[in-house]
Each structure stands twice: as C-alpha cells, then as structure tokens.
Nanobody
Framework: QVQLVESGGGLVQAGGSLRLSCAAS????????MDWYRQAPGKQRELVAS???????NYADSVKGRFTISRDNAKNRVYLQMNSLKPEDTAVYYC???????????WGQGTQVTVSS
C-alpha cells in the first residue's frame, strides 16, 4: 500500500505562485508515474501534469509554461511549482501515484488552491 499526503495549498492573488508537495509513504519502491490532478467546483477532475519514474513530463495545455512538475525519488516526493496563477486555477489539487506492485492508483486527500482576482 502507498499513502499520499499533499501540502502547500492556500490563497494567492492572480499572478502569484505556489508550490505543492506530495509525500509518499509505504511501498514507495513500487511507485511509477506520479500525477497532479485538480477538481474545481462543479467540474470533473482533470489531469494537470504527470512525471514518469525516469523524469519524463507531460502537461495539460492550460498550464504549459506556467506549471512545472518534478520529483525527488530519494525523498519520495513530487512537487508542482505553479507560477502566474489565474483565478481559473482555483481547485482542489490531488496527487496520484501508480503503484506497480499492487496494480492500482493511490490518491491523496487533496489540497485547496484559491486564486483571487
């Protein structure tokens, strides 16, 4: 089993920055791809960014050039650096990890990001 805990959310003005962190514990050696998702009120959860175990990244078009995903495998953490934030980035942000040993996706509890205009 893998447990994920997100942190770093908060309230920020438009144009500002936040850095989200996701700490993994448990069977971390089995973690493959790690992702950040977000869900705004009344909307479906959407993929924001992904990073493979080897460091390859992928981003949603809406955040390209503004957000950067990274991971520290030694610390079992994944990060999301969010710059030039917009009110439409307001959402609960979730961390997800694919756990190969158990063939399932682990999810964190989410962290709220609110961007004021």
């Amino acid at each position: 089993q893998v447990q994920l805990v997100e942190s770093g959310g908060g309230l920020v003005q438009a144009g500002g920055s936040l850095r989200l962190s996701c700490a993994a514990s448990g069977s971390t050696s089995s973690i493959m791809t790690m992702d950040w998702y977000r869900q705004a009120p009344g909307k479906q959860r959407e993929l924001v960014a992904s990073i493979s175990s080897s460091g390859g990244t992928n981003y949603a078009d809406s955040v390209k050039g503004r957000f950067t995903i990274s991971r520290d495998n030694a610390k079992n953490r994944v990060y999301l650096q969010m710059n030039s934030l917009k009110p439409e980035d307001t959402a609960v942000y979730y961390c997800r990890a694919y756990v190969r040993a158990f063939l399932y996706y682990a999810w964190g509890q989410g962290t709220q990001v609110t961007v004021s205009s």
